[in-house]
């Protein structure tokens, strides 16, 4: 079984270095880390699922930005151990991830990535919403998390304005779950 859990301060370092080793260097250069700079991520959202013996196998972000003044969650990075791509793990946490900004009221969220490969959750390109320059257009992509959420949302895609800092607290350890290799069948 794997474990999907919310991302701890103790992680970090790990899920940087999972970040570093599926990415191209600079990768903090990309449009979308200039919304992100400074600004905190969406902690219950942001997840890492370990293997059985605890590696780190994959992670997932998310983080508060706003679109013509709505809010809206920006997806990313995710990535999966180069071990273990193309078995499904990105998916699980694709979708326990999603499920969890839907439990938590967010209504849509956006990212920068491959329609083919996103379109599987329900991404679809979004015209008139505009990310920052170099993003090409044909790679943004959002879902809706209810009916109609991205109707008439259009414009540049902005930083979230900086909350005042509240004492940070840790994930709750409770919102693990455990979950079957998506290869593997179901008991």
């Known amino acids: 079984m794997y474990e999907i859990c919310p991302e701890l301060p103790q992680d970090t370092p790990e899920v940087e270095a ?6 191209a260097p600079g990768r903090t250069a ?6 992100r700079d400074g600004v905190p991520r969406v902690a219950e959202l942001c997840l890492v699922l370990r293997d059985p013996s605890g590696v780190l196998m994959a992670a997932i972000r998310f983080w508060p ?5 709505r809010r809206i969650l920006l997806l990313g990075p995710v990535a999966v151990h180069p071990t273990a ?27 920068v990535g491959d329609a ?3 379109s599987r959750f329900g991404f679809q390109r979004l015209d008139g919403v505009e990310m ?11 879902l809706e998390l209810r009916p109609g959420a991205w109707v008439d949302v259009t414009g540049p895609v ?4 900086e909350p005042p800092r509240p004492v940070p607290t840790a994930p709750d350890r409770t919102a693990c779950i455990q979950v079957a290799h998506p290869k593997e069948p179901s008991p």
């Open 116 to 118: 083919p490969y996103y």
């Open 85 to 111: 791509q193309g078995e499904g793990l990105g998916g699980l946490l694709m979708r326990d991830s999603l499920n969890r900004a839907r439990s938590m009221g967010f209504a849509r969220v956006l990212l």
């Open 18 to 23: 999972l970040y570093d080793l599926c990415f």
């Open 65 to 69: 930005a706003r679109v013509a003044g």
């Open 132 to 142: 920052p320059p170099p993003t090409n257009p044909d790679r943004v992509l959002g």
């Open 158 to 161: 902005q930083r979230e304005p």
């Open 30 to 35: 990309l449009s979308s880390y200039r919304l």
